[in-house]
């Protein structure tokens, strides 16, 4: 590898080190009802995040079959949708279900480790100012849902966008 390619690489990994080794906003060890809420953040003011990672504790197995992340406006007392489920209801035969036919953007389960990008702006210029996100079990294949951790993460990069 040339001197200018490594030298790439390794800013490249930095900034993910950077990005993903560093959280805005965290909550671990939770547990529960598949339901709406099983683990929620409440978002310090002026925070922004552009990643929101979710990870499922695999000492006791792979059990959100079906998930979806909101979030809540300051001011607001609704919840709007931040990360959208792949279904919108839970299917008859989940395994059998999980992305059919390949056009899904994500697959319904979350696993050891889930990276989502928010479909609103959490960040930048027309960023909502938000003040909690919450993980929502839509359908699982075993109850109660084990949640390792529920983290929001802010780009970090060393170069411009």
């Avoid at 925070?47 to 792979?62: C, L, N, Q, R």
């Avoid at 279904?87 to 059919?100: I, K, M, N, T, Y």
């Avoid at 702006?121 to 529920?150: D, H, Q, T, W």
């Amino acid at each position: 590898m040339n001197t200018s390619a490594a030298k790439t690489m390794a800013q490249a990994g930095k900034a993910i080190n950077d990005t993903f080794h560093k959280n805005v906003g965290i909550v671990e060890a939770k547990s529960g009802p598949c339901a709406a809420g099983v683990a929620q953040i409440a978002v310090q003011p002026g925070t922004e995040f552009d990643y929101i990672v979710s990870m499922e504790d695999m000492t006791k197995g792979a059990r959100f079959a079906n998930y979806s992340v909101e979030f809540q406006r300051v001011g607001s007392p609704a919840w709007e949708v931040l990360v959208p489920p792949v279904h919108a209801g839970p299917p008859d035969e989940l395994q059998a279900r999980d992305r059919p036919d390949g056009h899904d953007p994500r697959d319904s389960h979350i696993g050891h480790k889930r990276i989502d990008l928010p479909v609103v702006p959490a960040s930048g210029p027309g960023a909502m100012r938000i003040k909690a996100v919450r993980l929502n079990c839509i359908a699982a294949f075993e109850e109660p849902v084990y949640v390792r951790s529920f983290s929001l993460h802010r780009k970090t990069v060393p170069w411009s966008e």
